[in-house]
């Protein structure tokens, strides 16, 4: 899975790649190896790096995540570009919504038709027993739902397609 990263005013593209019981996070030409990833609760997380275990808690927000390890914040916004794909044809623009991991769709808070304002909540994606929202990437409107509620999706399966405010 391929995102980029905003720290601060920097921007860091970042690969996560699960590799047996690890997990290979790529920051930059950096690399590092998380194993042994457990969720404590609903935003607590233990993991192994260099050997020592680590604990940290996480706060997500739309795309924005806060978290701590060993008493140290961090602020970050998350981008993915596998997230949306602009789609074009002669007669509109639309954004196709993918799924970003695998999951379980557990609420769908729009119908085709809707009108969308960006950060809207549209999907609410169930994964590793966390709920995940699904937001507007912009306004726009629906023209396409994919899934339905219950429905078990893979990484990059499309979600929902949302043609974009003032195109005609």
């Known amino acids: 899975m391929n995102y980029k990263v905003e720290i601060g005013k920097k921007r860091f593209p970042v690969k996560l790649e699960k590799s047996g019981q690890d997990w290979l996070v790529e920051v930059g030409k950096e690399r590092f190896t998380f194993s042994d990833l457990n969720q404590l609760g609903s935003s607590l997380f233990s993991f192994t790096h260099k050997k020592k275990k680590q604990f940290a808690t996480t706060q997500f927000d739309s795309n924005k995540c806060t978290y701590w390890i060993e008493n140290t914040q961090v602020n970050a916004s998350v981008f993915s570009p596998t997230f949306s794909k602009e789609k074009n044809n002669q007669q509109s623009k639309s954004i196709q ?3 970003v991991m695998p ?9 085709v038709g809707d009108q969308t304002e960006k950060g809207m909540s549209l999907i609410v994606l169930e994964a590793m027993k966390m709920e995940n929202e699904i937001v507007a990437p912009q306004s726009g409107i629906i023209t396409h739902i994919y899934v339905h509620e219950n429905q078990s999706v893979e990484t990059n399966t499309p979600l929902i397609e949302i043609k974009k405010s003032g195109d005609k």
Do not use: A, R
């Not at 379980?104 to 729009?110: A, C, H, L, P």
């Open 97 to 99: 919504i993918n799924s």
């Open 103 to 111: 999951g379980m769709v557990k609420k769908i808070n729009i119908k």
